[in-house]
């Protein structure tokens, strides 16, 4: 019933620039939270940085003034500028949206399948 379908992953040097983008799909009434998760091998899976429908938007201390999270309420889309990256942001990167669907009455949690950003020389 919803997707969430990720793209713009790949190999980058360190200090480089990547664009992650993410479109919702499906019978959707509204999104609230819309956010960018990560897992490096190893790791717990690990919030990047949110944005709420209202445009309030937060990040984890390691990624601010690096990263910045971007939405597009009526297109139902979610984006992450990636700069001045680093080995350490080497991870599978997750779009996570809270999507109320049309005919339900509370909203659910969906992922994305994940797209890999691979920060090396």
């Known amino acids: 019933q919803v997707q969430l379908v990720e793209s713009g992953g790949g190999l980058v040097q360190p200090g480089g620039s990547l664009r992650l983008s993410c479109a919702a799909s499906?019978?959707?009434?509204?999104?609230?939270?819309m956010a960018w998760y990560r897992q490096a091998p190893g790791k717990a899976r690990e919030l990047v940085a949110t944005e709420t429908r209202r445009g309030i938007t937060n990040y984890r201390d390691s990624v601010k003034g690096r990263f910045t999270i971007s939405r597009d309420t009526a297109k139902n889309t979610v984006s992450l500028q990636m700069n001045s990256l680093k080995p350490e942001d080497t991870a599978v990167y997750y779009c996570?949206?809270?999507?109320?669907?049309?005919?339900?009455?509370?909203?659910?949690?969906?992922w994305g399948q994940g797209t890999q950003v691979t920060v090396s020389s």
């Open positions: 996570y949206a809270e999507i109320l669907l049309h005919g339900r009455l509370k909203p659910y949690g969906y």
């Open positions: 499906g019978s959707i009434f509204s999104i609230n939270d």
